[in-house]
Nanobody, 121 residues
């Protein structure tokens, strides 16, 4: 019921930065980011609740990635800095109405189509 569209992916060199955007057609309690590399499970990256009073980051991106939302909360952003080759993956935004299990894909109701991030060494 919530349509999500990611953008901002691309090819960057290690140490570079990218900002991913996720435009939502509706409002959700929480907006999360996941990533999936070939042959690997989709893994949690970060999530923020509606009021941005609670945010969680995976240890692998802590201190390098930052979540934000626009004033209308219709667009979510994932600012990625100090990118590493191991950050290479398809990145997905996802919306949820709970944060009971924010690191689990099952917590989320709607998913974007994904945007490719490739970090070269």
């Amino acid at each position: 019921q919530v349509h999500l569209v990611e953008s901002g992916g691309g090819l960057v060199q290690a140490g570079g930065s990218l900002r991913l955007s996720c435009v939502a057609s509706g409002r959700a309690y929480a907006m999360g980011w996941f990533r999936q590399a070939p042959g690997k499970e989709r893994e949690f990256v970060a999530v923020t609740d509606w009021s941005e009073s609670r945010t969680l980051y995976a240890e692998s991106v802590q201190g390098r990635f930052t979540l934000s939302r626009d004033s209308a909360k219709t667009t979510a952003y994932l600012q990625m800095t100090s990118l590493k080759p191991e950050d290479t993956a398809v990145y997905y935004c996802a919306s949820a109405n709970t944060m009971l299990r924010p690191q689990a894909t099952s917590n989320y109701n709607d998913w974007g189509q994904g945007t490719q991030v490739t970090v070269s060494s």
